[in-house]
């Protein structure tokens, strides 16, 4: 009999969490869990570990530890930092990283220095120490795999080609709810109209990111460090029916497409076997496929991140990535509109003394500096 | 230095013989010519082998053989059957296969039984003798590379995956340019309007064949060999951006597009690298991609050949082509109307009495009876 691929769950309570135990309970003869983390959600925790079998909870919120472990009475309960990091004591093959933020960046670096496989959902972690990360993962001989249509589809369509005949990267945008929009319109977006994604059921800072771009302005970083090239670029693609294209230096193009659903990028992360799904595309469903510009007056962060991915390894892009990431919670709660979004980022990133050389500790100093700073200012 | 790739180009003067001399004009580094070989055009021939300096040339048509062996001095002339099997004779290492029509399997047979490599344009050599063919290039360790947008792309599409994972394999067709014409002005089609093809440039058979749908009924048979594989579909998609797709099982689908244009499935498969074109796709000028329903009740030679398919190693995919072949001939000498060729190719398929195994020679005494069948009937 074939082992199961153990895996443990970080952000289980969570959109990808959850999908990524729909994937386990479909697939029971190859997957199991060995372990649970989650930020607040503590009762979804403890159901989750009960019917999973999981003796090995964390707890990112301290308060919520007793009332976690009189749900869990036999499970071992891990709480701050620890909740993250406990992955890397445990025997799991995989590490799915889908805490949402830089914050996730403890149990990442945790995992990956127990030469544990990273199934990644985080784009900020990624973003903030890319460099570092690819390196330690390089370094235990271990490897980072996207959870994320985009980079999956990418790795799909680079599947059987050498490196070496990739002319770019296309990585499709659905350009969000309000593509269509004026400049005067977006000043207006509210927080609850921006949260609703029209392609993808997703969390709230995910859906705001999407809305704005900043979204594929991470990817386009993201997909810097994960393919080891400078050649990314973007598209607008309404339907999101390509995830996203490889353009080789014959001028052929090899795209995936699929119905858009994030259990594929999920599975196809934490198994290179392809796991059957039911079902046949009706391709005239999917029909038409549309490509647009990008129209980066409109949506100009991704036009930012190009820019820093052409700055090389510098500690920019945590910039980009925290100074969003706050500033998206000060739209949500209604501080800032959602144009300030850009504006806040683009200042913060064009005032930052670009000398500080990329490491854990100081991705972390840099984006503790940040919300602090943005903090005040709000 | 590495060796130059040896091409012996039967069909030379058509349309994929002179856009495979493009390629090697462009590539002259990487490919040389040892062999041309074409059916009547001898002028061109001449001149073609003047440029690439080619001594061994062959003339299927023998009154010709005096006037090019004039403008050839130096050159060794080969003709009728001798045009195309010479090649076994050379030390061609790829014989592009490019004469129209089953006479073309001459050139094929030698080629393989030499261990050639065979670059195939030619359709109905495929489909009527499918498996011997196959069998032949496996059993002299050689193998038959399809040049054609549709194959071409399902075998960049299968690239890096196993073969057990693939659910589908899905050829586009352009759905010709009759496909949203009325039963009724079907049937008023004339040939000077079935031979201008909307997407692409080629010879009038292909593209009589591909206003009636046959040529994607070809193809599918041809799919069916060239990938060993019932599950074979298509799907129109006007723009011809995608030129096909394989479904997986985990419901993935992986294409391939590109601009319209056969040096792209020439190039791929004459070598594995990958041959650097100038220019990068602009993804808005291509969109929209659309697909739509097959219409099998006005173009119903598909649904006949995937019948044929499910019934195994017969010989009637011969009899569907070779009673193609002379009705498209009809059809373009205004002896029958448009319609006229499915009904013809249907009647003499139904007809025939399917227990003839199929073998080479069994196939051309099938392909001459029909000749001779529908000739006395026209």
Same mark, same amino acid.
């Given at each position: 009999m074939k082992e199961k691929i153990k895996l443990f769950i970080l952000g289980s309570t969570g959109s990808i969490g959850t999908q990524t135990l729909n994937i386990v309970r479909r697939n029971c003869d190859k997957f199991c869990v060995v372990g649970l983390s989650a930020g607040n959600d503590y009762p979804l925790l403890a159901k989750q570990a009960n019917e999973f079998g999981v003796n090995i909870v964390g707890i990112a919120?301290?308060?919520h530890k007793k009332a976690l472990q009189a749900l869990l009475p036999n499970a071992k309960v891990f709480c701050g930092e620890e909740a993250q990091t +406990?992955?890397? !004591?445990? !025997?799991?093959?995989?590490? +799915?990283?889908? +805490?949402? #933020?830089?914050? #996730?960046i403890h149990g990442v670096v945790a995992a990956l220095k127990a030469s544990k496989k990273i199934a990644l959902a985080n784009k900020e972690v990624l973003v903030s120490a890319g460099r570092i990360l690819m390196k330690l993962a390089k370094d235990n001989h271990t490897e980072i795999l996207p959870i994320d249509s985009e980079h999956s589809a990418i790795k799909e369509c680079l599947s059987g080609h050498k490196f070496a005949d990739v002319k770019r990267l296309i990585l499709t945008a659905? #350009? #969000?709810? =309000?593509? =269509?929009?004026t400049k005067e319109e977006l000043e207006k977006v509210t927080p609850q109209r921006a949260i609703v994604h029209p392609n993808w059921n997703m969390g709230k800072k995910i859906s705001v990111d999407s809305a704005t771009m900043f979204n594929k302005g991470l990817e386009l970083i993201e997909a810097r460090w994960l393919y080891d090239t400078t050649n990314v670029e973007y598209i607008i693609h309404r339907?999101?029916?390509?995830?996203s294209m490889v353009e080789f230096i014959d001028g052929s193009i090899v795209a995936q497409l699929s119905s858009p659903d994030m259990e594929l990028p999920i599975q196809q992360s934490l198994t290179t076997q392809k796991l059957q799904r039911e079902g046949t595309t009706n391709f005239v469903d999917l029909s038409p496929i549309s490509f647009y510009p990008c129209q980066e007056d409109k949506f100009p962060a991704p036009k930012l991140a190009k820019q820093l991915i052409m700055k090389g390894d510098t500690i920019l892009p945590c910039v980009y990535s925290s100074a969003n990431e706050v500033a998206v919670q000060h739209f949500l709660n209604g501080k800032?509109? =959602?144009c300030d979004i850009y504006r806040i980022v683009e200042k913060t990133v064009n005032q930052f003394k670009d000398n500080i050389k990329p490491s854990i500790d100081n991705v972390l100093n840099v984006d503790r500096e940040i919300r602090e700073k943005l903090s005040m200012e709000s």
């Open positions: 919120n301290q308060t +406990v992955c890397a !004591d445990t !025997d799991a093959n995989i590490v +799915v990283a889908a +805490v949402s #933020g830089i914050i #996730g659905s #350009g #969000g709810p =309000f593509y =269509f929009l339907e999101s029916v390509i995830h800032i509109g =959602f």
